[in-house]
């Protein structure tokens, strides 16, 4: 009965383990990161857009010439419609220059892979976290996690680094 009760006991820690985090969980890490590389169609063709602590990279500019290097603005968020510069950052020190202008003591970052991105012809997820786990691997004591979205809502998590 003993032999029952722990294959039982093992069998559902399994299981739980297998689920991945919880919904809690993933607020809890997601709450934790100082800056999102959002993946999302934004509101133009080519632009990405910096808003807050959020980088809206632009999925069809990614699908079509690769992550660098990428035309990006910095809007306020309580006005998103004022246009503001653009700056072209072509490559990974020039994005973590750039990341630093919102954050200055960022280590832990968040990748969010909007649902728009299934519709973009020629985006490669894998690919593109590749290249930005690369790039974020550069700041000592960091950490990476790997978000999708569906429905506006976070509904996964997994740690990269």
């Known amino acids: 009965m003993k032999k029952l ?9 399994m299981a739980l ?39 809206y990279l632009n999925v069809k500019h990614v699908a079509s010439n690769g992550l660098f290097p990428f035309p990006v603005s910095t809007r306020d968020p309580q006005e998103l419609e004022r246009e503001t ?8 020190e020039e994005l973590l220059k750039y990341l630093r ?4 003591n960022m280590v832990n970052f968040g990748i969010v892979i909007g649902e728009s991105t299934k519709n ?16 974020f691997k550069k700041v000592d004591g960091g950490s990476l996690i790997l978000f999708h979205e569906a429905a506006g809502d976070i509904v996964s998590a997994k740690k990269i680094f």
Do not use: W
């Not at 709450?31 to 602590?53: P, Q």
């Not at 510069?85 to 990974?92: K, L």
């Open 120 to 135: 973009a012809i020629g985006f490669d997820e894998g690919k593109l976290v590749k290249e930005l786990t690369e790039v």
């Open 101 to 104: 202008y919102s954050s200055p």
């Open 5 to 13: 009760f722990v294959a039982f006991a093992a069998l559902v820690s």
């Open 85 to 92: 510069a653009t700056d072209h950052v072509n490559n990974a």
């Open 17 to 55: 383990v297998a689920c991945g985090p919880s919904k809690l969980e993933i607020q809890e890490m997601s709450a934790n990161c100082d800056v999102f590389i959002e993946v999302r169609e934004t509101l133009d063709d080519t632009l990405s857009l910096m808003v807050g602590n959020a980088l």
